[in-house]
């Protein structure tokens, strides 16, 4: 397989076995599939895959961009991952959902 220009990871809020963290409690939908159709439908390099816990709970459902290790949150709705995967389109970071430091 060749290496994807991005790698999306999306918390799914494992810690251990179980569900546990707000990130899959507070998303509207299968994020991962529509991630992945998304990424297809556009033609993107990109990949996506679960994650454990990401320990931003409190700014969940939380997103990660590498290599660009930008950090999505509060990523709700479909509609939300629309707008970060038009700004992956034009290589930046949709800035409203980004979070820092």
């Not at 810690?15 to 993107?44: H, M, N, P, T, W």
């Amino acid at each position: 397989m060749k290496k994807p220009k991005h790698h999306i990871f999306v918390c799914k809020s494992f810690r251990g076995e179980e569900v546990k963290g707000l990130c899959a409690k507070q998303s509207q939908g299968d994020f991962l599939s529509y991630i992945d159709y998304e990424i297809s439908d556009r033609g993107l390099d990109a990949m996506v895959t679960a994650s454990g816990c990401l320990k931003m709970c409190e700014k969940g459902p939380v997103m990660v961009v590498y290599p660009q290790n930008w950090w999505f949150g509060n990523v709700k709705t479909e509609e939300d991952i629309d707008e970060i995967l038009d700004a992956l389109e034009e290589e930046r970071p949709a800035e409203s959902f980004l979070i820092g430091d």
